[in-house]
T-cell receptor, first 112, second 116 residues
Framework: AQTVTQSQPEMSVQEAETVTLSCTYD???????LFWYKQPPSRQMILVIR??????QNATENRFSVNFQKAAKSFSLKISDSQLGDTAMYFC?????????FGKGTSLLVTP | DTGVSQNPRHKITKRGQNVTFRCDPI?????LYWYRQTLGQGPEFLTY????????KSRLLSDRFSAERPKGSFSTLEIQRTEQGDSAMYLC??????????????FGPGTRLTVL
């Protein structure tokens, strides 16, 4: 079974600060993909960032970056210069095959 | 709006009734996925289509569930003889796949089902 674990159910950060969300995964596959999705309150899920497992370089998208540690099967998301609009549920997901395997999510609250 | 759309957005039904949800993917996306999300959990995969062919079904998809994508465009998910445990958000996602698992799945807003 492919499992994704997000150990932080809730987190809070002040506006303009940096926050890191943790994610670990378990897969026996060598080729796979990792994702962070954001689900704002009452809105649809959107892709934040993706990482191909064969790439050593960590992915970056504007204020969002990841720390991908393949040997440790760790895939954390760093949000820099947090904004109020970053308040949402954040889901880590792995994709060894066709379907996405999601973690339980981390609820992030950005406060003024 | 060219995103993934789902209808209805909310559905309340009584136990034992049948319900059907519809998903319209992004135009020209050849793959369509269904997920189920219960309160406090991440989405769980149910099934997916490549064009009109249903290629994979999760063990979560019991005999009461059926999905179709008759013309390779929109898809329907039907639940027969609904149970209270079917109460959840049903999410649809679509992607354009060129033969490798590098495509990004774009999600719709979901259909929230409540079974009384």
């Amino acid at each position: 079974a492919q499992t994704v674990t997000q150990s932080q159910p809730e987190m809070s950060v002040q506006e303009a600060e940096t926050v890191t969300l943790s994610c670990t995964y378990d897969t026996s596959e060598n080729n796979y993909y990792l994702f962070w999705y954001k689900q704002p309150p009452s809105r649809q899920m959107i892709l934040v960032i993706r990482q191909e497992a064969y790439k050593q370089q960590n992915a970056t998208e504007n204020r969002f970056s990841v720390n991908f540690q393949k040997a440790a099967k760790s895939f954390s998301l760093k949000i820099s210069d947090s904004q109020l609009g970053d308040t949402a549920m954040y889901f880590c997901a792995s994709r060894p095959f066709e379907a996405l395997n999601f973690g339980k999510g981390t609820s992030l609250l950005v406060t003024p | 709006d060219t995103g993934v759309s789902q209808n209805p957005r909310h559905k309340i039904t009584k136990r034992g009734q049948n319900v059907t949800f519809r998903c319209d993917p992004i135009s020209e996306h050849n793959r369509l996925y269904w997920y189920r999300q219960t309160l406090g959990q991440g989405p769980e995969f149910l099934t997916y289509f490549q064009n009109e062919a249903q290629l994979e079904k999760s063990r979560l998809l019991s005999d009461r569930f059926s999905a179709e994508r008759p013309k390779g465009s929109f898809s329907t998910l039907e639940i027969q003889r609904t149970e209270q445990g079917d109460s959840a958000m049903y999410l649809c996602a679509s992607s354009y796949n060129r033969g490798q698992s590098t495509d990004t799945q774009y999600f719709g807003p979901g259909t929230r089902l409540t079974v009384l």
